[in-house]
């Protein structure tokens, strides 16, 4: 049976415990080989993908995200829903808070970043997250009464180390909201599989030169540890809310 909608676990997101009866398969791609968690959830079929690997030990700019979309089309994924721990550069968007990403900036420098290889293929980014996946997220983070934001432009950096409070300064002036170093090019790739993709980004921090202390990894890990069940929550509401079958403008436009 055809799994229509994954879960890509970002920083602190290893097993979701959402999926009962869970198997791991290995998924052959041109890319390298996935191992992809499949379940069901809310009487759905659903697959989870951890984003740094098994050991969770692989950093964002070695990430390989083509073989992780890849093997999701390959088993016909027609949703996902990534989540990312985020530092904020938006006052208005605190630690804890849920973004659902509408926008990004992409400041990424070394990553294979497409599956296109042929002149004239042109993906349009008008609208780059799927407008009814942050529809199906807002509605369930209604019902939950989580705090949440139904916009926020993300900024990709290439990473693996945080910024600096000038690089910080000016993603505010050119209209950021949340920085983080893994969301291009999942996106990205994501359309040009013609997927369906949200983002939930956990604000974990205020960023560099906003935040008061210095920054770690085991900061990030921490605060995600702590928002971990209201995203477990939203998860499983929001696939009880995902309408499968619909069709969508972002599934009309695969390019391979
Ligand atoms: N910068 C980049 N990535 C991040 C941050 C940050 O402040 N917080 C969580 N992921």
Not at 58 to 72: D, G, K, S, T
Request: with cysteine; proline share 4%; net charge neutral.
């Amino acid at each position: 049976m055809a799994v229509n909608i994954a879960v890509i676990g970002g920083t602190g997101v290893y097993d979701p415990g959402l999926l009962s009866n869970a198997r791991s398969e290995k998924i052959t791609t041109p890319f390298g080989e996935v191992t992809i968690c499949l379940g069901k959830s809310q009487d759905k079929e659903v697959a989870f993908v951890s984003r740094h690997g098994e050991e969770h030990n692989v950093p964002p700019h070695l990430v390989n995200y083509r073989a992780n979309i890849w093997a999701l089309k390959k088993i016909g994924v027609r949703n996902i829903l990534a989540t990312a721990a985020v530092g904020s550069l938006n006052p208005a968007m605190k630690p804890g808070d849920f973004v659902f990403v509408d926008q990004f900036l992409d400041f990424t420098k070394t990553r294979a970043h497409t599956f296109i290889e042929q002149g004239g293929l042109h993906p349009d980014m008008t609208a780059p997250y799927c407008a009814a996946l942050r529809h199906f997220l807002s509605e369930a983070a209604n019902r939950l009464n989580l705090r949440f934001h139904l916009k926020g432009t993300y900024v990709c950096t290439e990473g693996p180390r945080f910024e600096t409070p000038a690089e910080i300064r000016l993603f505010q002036k050119i209209g950021g909201d949340l920085v983080g170093m893994t969301g291009i090019p999942e996106v990205t790739l994501a359309r040009e599989a013609g997927i369906c993709y949200a983002c939930s980004a956990v604000v974990t921090n205020f960023a560099a030169g906003i935040s008061t202390t210095v920054l770690s990894h085991q900061e990030v890990v921490a605060a995600m540890e702590k928002y971990q069940d209201n995203l477990r929550r939203l998860l499983s509401q929001v696939l009880i809310l995902i309408d499968e079958n619909r069709t969508c403008f972002c599934q009309a436009s695969a390019f391979v």
